[in-house]
């Protein structure tokens, strides 16, 4: 059977998942304590977290992120769960497999294995912070994620250390750059404000395998591969939100509709996108939308 990697690097179009996060929010997760709502749900709403995959399985994602955006032990300290950060991670992964086992799905499904780039609350050294990403990657890598996606790169300083930690799980490395666009247009780290060809030209190299542009409105999109394609040859993931990036108990309202999803899909793809998914505010219709748009498309 295929890796994951073997189908990214023939080509195949394949269909990430979407918006955890925001799926589960709309299914009436009732947040705790901010920023590890998410990554609580693991432990305390199992069998949501295992639906939310299984419907996205359903819908025709072919690759699942574990909900461990924001669940490495710094981050879990500021919640009080730091000592759970490993069970945590080791659960997440296990209930992306139970997902893809209760769905039969007859195509293959693979796990991959999420990280936040996004520093932890505190005055911590970046060796320390380094080793956080380090620690979460390989229990991750432990518990069977065929890759580490390193998301919401909005910072050069703060992604630079989050990939070199994550690259100690041995397993491919996904980069996944948050961009915006500045007052002159230009594509840009939606943190930072630097420039996105600067960014990708310090931070890519040969233990980067897929480059995905996520947590980016999509009308950003289109901007950023431009940039992305006269730096990088290599497999290309597109995840925008469909809404702006969820707080606790506010709401999440959709800016496009699943079919303008399709559209814009095509128009990836006619760019060099070879794998499509979302984040915040992408649920299971907007995969099946796409997912069937892109095989009439094929």
Same mark, same amino acid.
């Given at each position: 059977m ?15 998942d ?11 997760? =009732?947040? $705790?304590?901010?920023?590890?709502w998410?990554?609580?749900? =693991? ?6 977290v ?5 419907d ?12 461990t ?25 296990r ?8 769905v ?8 991959i $294995?999420?990280?936040s ?19 979460q990657s ?11 996606h =390193? &998301? ?12 070199? $930690? ?9 980069? %996944?750059?948050?961009c ?7 594509? =840009?780290?939606?943190?930072?404000g630097?420039l996105?060809? &600067?960014?990708?030209?310090?931070? /890519? ?6 480059? @995905?542009l ?5 009308s950003?999109? %289109?901007? @950023? ?8 040859v ?20 959709d800016?496009?509709?699943?079919e ?9 793809i006619?760019? %060099? ?5 979302? @984040?915040? $505010? ?10 069937? %748009?892109?095989?009439? /498309?094929?």
């Open positions: 295929p890796t994951l990697y073997d189908r990214v690097k023939s080509g195949e179009f394949l269909f990430l979407g918006g955890t996060g925001t799926e589960l929010t709309r299914r009436g997760l =009732v947040h $705790g304590n901010a920023p590890c998410s990554a609580e749900a =693991v432990l305390g709403q199992p069998d949501l295992r639906t939310v995959h299984e996205f399985i359903r819908a025709g994602s072919d690759i699942i992120v574990s909900d955006f924001r669940a490495s032990a710094l981050h879990l300290a500021t919640c009080g769960m730091d000592n759970r950060w490993e069970e945590i991670n080791t659960t997440a992964v209930l992306a497999y139970e997902a893809i086992e209760n039969g799905a007859k195509r293959q499904v693979h796990v $294995g999420s990280i780039a996004i520093p932890p609350d505190g005055d911590w050294s970046p060796e320390t912070i380094r080793e956080q990403h380090s620690r390989v229990a991750l890598a432990k518990a069977g994620a065929e890759a580490i =390193v &998301e919401m790169i909005n910072d050069a300083r703060w992604g630079e250390l989050a990939l070199d $930690g994550a690259s100690d799980a041995g397993i491919a490395l996904w980069a %996944g750059f948050s915006s666009r500045d007052e002159r247009r230009r594509p =840009v780290l939606s943190a930072s630097m996105l060809e &600067e960014a990708l030209g310090s931070l /890519l190299s040969s233990r980067v395998k897929v480059v @995905c996520t947590h980016t409105m999509a950003d999109i %289109g901007a @950023c591969l431009e940039v992305l394609r006269q730096q990088w290599g497999p290309i993931a597109v995840a925008p939100h469909a809404s702006r990036s969820p707080v606790p108990n506010q709401s999440v309202a800016t496009y509709t699943p303008e999803f399709r559209a814009k899909a095509r128009q990836w006619t760019s %060099g996108v070879r794998i499509i998914g979302g @984040c915040c $505010g992408i649920t299971p219709d907007y995969i099946r939308t796409a997912r069937d %748009g892109i095989q009439l /498309l094929a």
